[in-house]
C-alpha cells in the first residue's frame, strides 16, 4: 500500500506516533442490548489498542463478565477478532448486570480489573451501560482503598491503577442518545425495517391492502420516523410527537383519499412507543380495528420485533464503528486525571468527543419532556437531526388541497443527469411534492438535457411520485449529455414552457452542466432563472459535497459482494482476491469500501503507488498466510494506474505468490449501480430535495422584479453539498477552481484521511494525522439560527 510522502507545510498537524500505548492497558466490553456494527468497533478498538503497543482485553458479558471475573477477562490478539467486521451482534457477549448496580458487584469488578492492571475501558453500549461506567470511574479511588482495607490488594497495585479513564461509544439500534447523529446500530436496523416494508408493499399492492407495521423504539421514534420517511408510509405514530385529538378522523380520511388517488394501498408504522397526547398507548392492533371500523379495508398488523437487532451490519455502521474505535484508543491515550469520561460520536460527517454525562442528561431530559407533555421540547432536545426528519416528513406525508395551496405562478423543472444513482427517484418525489406544496407548477424533463432539448417535458403531479422512494436507477431517464451544444434549443424550451427555476439531480455531469449554463448566462437571458444541483453519483466525485445520493447503496453492495468473497477464500485456505470497483479516478468506493470490508490493500489513483509498493503488499500478504487468517481481499479502484491493471496485479499476485497463496480476481461492475436504494440514500435525497426546492422558492421570490424572474448573481447557481456537520449551498461558478476536470474530481478529499485508518486495521505501519480528531466539545442547547446558505443535516 502507497505510503506516498504529503508535501512539507508548516507541521501544525499532531500525529499519534507521538501517542505510545506501552505498559497501557486496555479493556473492551459490549453491554446492554446488542447493534449491529459492534464487532466492528470492537475489532477497531483492539487493533488500534494493539498497534500503539498496548495491552488489550476483552470482557466478555459486559458488566457481568467483570463482576464474575475469571476466563470472562481475556487478552486479545490481532487474530482473535479477524472474521468478525461482517457478523451481526457483539461476539463478546453482552448482558445486562443487576449485580454491577450495587456497590458490592462494582467492588468486585475493581478487584478483578485491578488483577489485571487494567485502567482504561472501552465501553460500548446504551446510555444505561455508560451511566454505569462513569460511576465505577467516580467510586474508582473509594473502591480501591475498601479493597486494600480488605487485604485484596497491596499499597503497590492501588497506586499504580489509582486513575480509571473510559470512553463510550454508542451502540443502540434506536438512535436514542444525545449528541450524536447516529449510534451503532441504527442503520442496520433501518437496513432490516426497509427490507421488510420493501417486501411488504408488494403483497400490499396485489390485494389492495392495509398494512400496519410496529417498529422498535420505547422510548424513542427515530426508526419509525426515517423508516417512514424512506418508504413514504401514509401514517407514523412516534412517542415524540403524539397526534392531536381527533385524529382519528384525520388519518381515515387521508387513507380514503390516497385510495381515491389510484394508491392501492396503506402503509402505517407505529413506534412500540406511540402514545397519544394523554400519554395512553397507541397499539398496531387499536389501529387496524379503527381502520376496519371506518373504512372497511382488509388490514394487517406486522410487529418486526428482533429482526430489527438482527443481520449483517450496513457498510454505513460497520465505517462508523472502526472509526469510532479508533477514535475511542487515541482518547484513551490522551486521557488524563481531570478530563471527564466522553463518548466517541459522529456530527454529521465529522468525528466528536463530548463529556459522556452531559450527553447522557440531555438524554434524560427528553423523557422528562415527555412525561410532563412538553412534546415541543422533546423533538428539540433529540437534536437537529431528529427535528429535519420530523419537519421534512410533515411537508412530504399531508397534500393539502388545492384551495389551500399557495398560488405563486412559478414554474419549477426537475431533471436527472449522468449515470444512474439509487436515491435519485426518492429526491424526485421530494421536490414535487414539496414544490406542489409551495405553490409552484413542477415539471419533469426526461432523459435529462437530451430529453430537454428535445422538449420531453410534461407537467408532475403529486400522485404521479407515488411508491418512487424505493425504486432503484432513474424513473425520469437519465443521459450523460451535456447542454452545452444544444444552448438555443434549451432556451427555446423554457420559453415555450416559460420555466423560471431547474433543479438538477445528478453527478459530475450535472456540475458541469450547471457551470455551461451559469457561463451561457451573459448569451441567453432564459438561464438567467434560479439553478440548483444535488449531487447523485455512486462515485462520490462531486465537488463541495463530502457524500452524494447513490454511494451509499452502492457501497452496500460492494460490501456484501466482498463478503461473500471472503468467505469463499476463508473455505479455500491461503487465497487472494483481487476486486475491482467502479469510480472513475475516484477511490471513494474502493477505499471506504475496502474499511468495511476489512481489505489488506487498496489501490487508488488519488495515492500514487509503483512496482515497490505492490512487491511490499505481496510480502505482507505472505505473512498474514503464516498465521492463522489465510485469506487475502485487495482492492483496486478501475482508473487507479493504466499500466497497473486489474489483469496485471492479478497475474503479478499470482506468480509472486507461488507455492504461498494462489489467486482469483473479480470485476464487480454495473451490479455497483443497481438495487434499491439503501434507507440512507433515501433519506438523504429526500432531505436535500426538500431544501433545494425551498432555497429555489426564496430565490424566486429575491428575483422576481417587474412582472418576471431574473436571476444573474453567481449565487443563483448553486450546488446544495454535505461540508462536514452542514448542508451548504455553494455557487458551482466558485467550485470550479476545487475540481480536477481532467480526472473528474474535487482537488481535496476528506476520506483520504479514511486511508491510513484502513491500513493499521490490516496491519500496515503509517502515519496518521489525529490533528483533526475529536477536541472535547460541549452539548449544544442553543443553536445558532440557520443562515439562508447553510443548513444543519
Not at 432490516?192 to 392495509?210: C, G, K, L, W, Y
Not at 415524540?240 to 381527533?246: A, Q, R
Not at 427528553?366 to 420530523?390: H, I
Not at 419549477?412 to 449515470?419: D, I, W, Y
Amino acid at each position: 500500500m502507497a505510503g506516498t510522502a504529503a508535501p512539507k507545510r508548516q507541521d501544525t498537524r499532531k500525529f499519534f506516533e507521538n501517542l505510545s500505548g506501552a505498559g497501557k492497558s486496555i479493556a473492551v466490553l459490549t453491554s446492554g442490548g446488542d447493534a449491529q456494527g459492534m464487532n466492528a468497533a470492537v475489532r477497531a478498538a483492539v487493533r488500534m489498542g494493539i498497534y500503539v503497543g498496548a495491552k488489550v482485553y476483552f470482557i466478555h458479558e459486559g458488566y457481568q463478565g467483570m463482576v464474575d471475573g475469571g476466563d470472562n477477562i481475556k487478552e486479545a490478539t490481532w487474530e482473535s477478532v479477524s472474521s468478525m467486521l461482517q457478523v451481526g451482534g457483539t461476539v463478546i457477549g453482552s448482558a445486562r448486570c443487576k449485580e454491577f448496580r450495587t456497590h458490592e458487584g462494582r467492588l468486585k469488578a475493581a478487584h478483578n480489573l485491578v488483577q489485571h492492571s487494567i485502567t482504561n475501558l472501552c465501553v460500548i453500549g446504551g446510555d444505561g451501560s455508560l451511566t454505569g461506567a462513569n460511576l465505577f470511574r467516580e467510586e474508582w479511588s473509594g473502591l480501591l482503598d475498601e479493597l486494600v482495607q480488605q487485604g485484596l490488594i497491596d499499597d503497590e497495585a492501588a497506586r499504580s491503577n489509582s486513575e480509571l479513564h473510559i470512553v463510550g461509544m454508542v451502540g443502540s439500534i434506536d438512535n436514542d442518545f444525545c449528541g450524536t447523529d447516529m449510534t451503532i446500530g441504527t442503520d442496520s436496523a433501518l437496513h432490516r425495517i426497509i427490507e421488510v416494508v420493501d417486501a411488504i408493499m408488494t403483497t400490499a399492492q396485489s390485494h389492495q391492502r392495509t398494512f400496519v407495521l410496529e417498529v422498535m423504539g420505547r422510548h424513542c421514534g427515530y426508526l419509525a420516523l426515517v423508516s417512514a420517511l424512506a418508504c413514504g408510509a401514509d401514517w407514523v405514530f412516534i412517542p415524540e410527537m403524539p397526534p392531536e385529538d381527533g385524529w382519528e378522523d384525520s388519518m381515515c380520511q387521508k387513507l380514503s383519499e390516497n385510495r381515491a388517488d389510484k394508491k392501492r394501498l396503506n402503509i402505517i408504522i407505529v413506534a412500540e412507543g406511540a402514545i397519544d397526547s394523554h400519554n395512553k398507548a397507541i397499539t398496531p392492533d387499536y389501529i387496524k380495528d379503527l381502520v376496519v371500523r371506518c373504512l372497511g379495508f382488509d388490514t394487517r398488523v406486522t410487529i418486526l420485533g428482533h429482526v430489527q437487532r438482527g443481520g449483517t451490519p450496513s457498510a454505513f455502521d460497520r465505517i462508523l464503528a472502526s472509526r469510532m474505535g479508533v477514535e475511542a484508543v487515541l482518547a484513551l491515550l490522551e486521557a488524563s486525571a481531570n478530563t471527564p469520561a466522553c463518548v466517541v460520536s459522529l456530527v454529521g460527517n465529522q468525528a466528536v468527543r463530548l463529556p459522556l454525562m452531559e450527553c447522557v442528561q440531555m438524554t434524560q431530559e427528553v423523557q422528562k419532556a415527555m412525561d410532563e407533555k412538553k412534546f415541543e421540547e422533546a423533538v428539540r432536545l433529540r437534536g437537529r437531526s431528529f427535528e429535519n426528519n420530523l419537519s421534512t416528513y410533515r411537508l412530504l406525508s399531508y397534500r393539502k388541497a388545492d384551495s389551500e395551496l399557495p398560488n405563486s405562478s412559478f414554474n419549477v423543472a426537475v431533471l436527472n443527469v449522468g449515470a444512474p444513482a439509487a436515491g435519485m427517484n426518492a429526491a424526485v418525489r421530494s421536490a414535487v411534492r414539496v414544490g406542489i406544496t409551495e405553490g409552484h407548477k413542477m415539471f419533469a424533463v426526461s432523459d435529462g438535457f437530451e430529453g430537454f432539448y428535445k422538449g420531453q417535458i410534461k407537467e408532475i403531479k403529486w400522485g404521479d411520485v407515488g411508491g418512487w422512494t424505493g425504486q432503484g436507477g432513474s424513473l425520469l431517464g437519465t443521459k450523460r449529455t451535456l447542454p452545452g451544444k444544444h444552448l438555443e434549443k434549451i432556451a427555446e424550451q423554457i420559453r415555450i414552457h416559460n420555466i423560471n427555476a431547474l433543479l438538477v439531480i445528478g453527478g459530475f455531469e450535472a456540475f458541469e452542466s450547471l457551470l455551461q449554463l451559469y457561463e451561457a448566462r451573459a448569451d441567453y437571458e432564459e438561464f438567467c432563472i434560479p439553478m440548483c444541483m444535488l449531487p447523485a453519483t455512486i462515485s462520490n466525485n462531486v465537488p463541495g459535497t463530502d457524500l452524494s445520493i447513490g454511494a451509499d447503496t452502492s457501497l452496500n453492495a460492494i460490501v456484501e459482494t466482498c463478503d461473500r468473497i471472503k468467505q469463499s477464500a476463508s473455505g479455500t485456505k491461503r487465497r487472494v482476491f483481487i476486486i475491482e470497483t467502479m469510480g472513475g479516478y475516484c477511490g471513494y468506493l474502493a477505499t471506504v469500501g475496502g474499511l468495511a470490508a476489512g481489505a489488506d490493500t487498496v489501490y487508488i489513483y488519488e495515492e500514487p503507488f509503483d512496482i515497490r509498493d505492490l512487491q511490499g503488499n505481496v510480502e505482507h500478504l505472505t505473512q498474514k498466510m503464516k498465521t492463522s487468517i489465510q485469506r487475502g481481499l485487495v482492492l483496486r479502484n478501475e482508473n487507479c494506474n493504466e499500466n497497473f491493471t486489474t489483469d496485471f496485479i492479478y497475474q503479478l499476485y499470482t506468480e509472486e505468490g507461488r507455492g504461498v497463496f494462489d489467486c482469483r480476481k473479480n470485476i464487480l461492475g454495473h451490479m455497483q449501480q443497481g438495487g434499491a436504494p439503501s434507507p440512507f440514500d433515501r433519506n438523504f435525497g429526500t432531505k436535500v430535495a426538500a431544501k433545494a426546492i425551498q432555497w429555489i422558492t426564496r430565490t424566486l421570490k429575491d428575483s422576481y422584479k417587474g412582472g418576471r424572474v431574473f436571476a444573474n448573481s453567481e449565487d443563483t447557481a448553486c450546488l446544495l453539498g454535505m461540508r462536514r456537520r452542514a448542508l451548504v449551498f455553494q455557487p458551482v461558478s466558485q467550485l470550479r477552481d476545487e475540481t480536477d476536470f481532467v480526472h473528474r474530481i474535487p482537488k481535496e478529499q476528506w476520506w483520504l484521511k479514511l486511508r491510513p485508518l484502513m491500513k493499521i486495521l490490516a496491519k500496515y505501519k503509517t502515519s496518521y494525522d489525529v490533528s483533526d480528531s475529536g477536541q472535547l466539545e460541549h452539548v449544544t442547547r442553543v443553536r445558532p439560527k440557520e443562515s439562508k446558505t447553510s443548513a444543519t443535516i
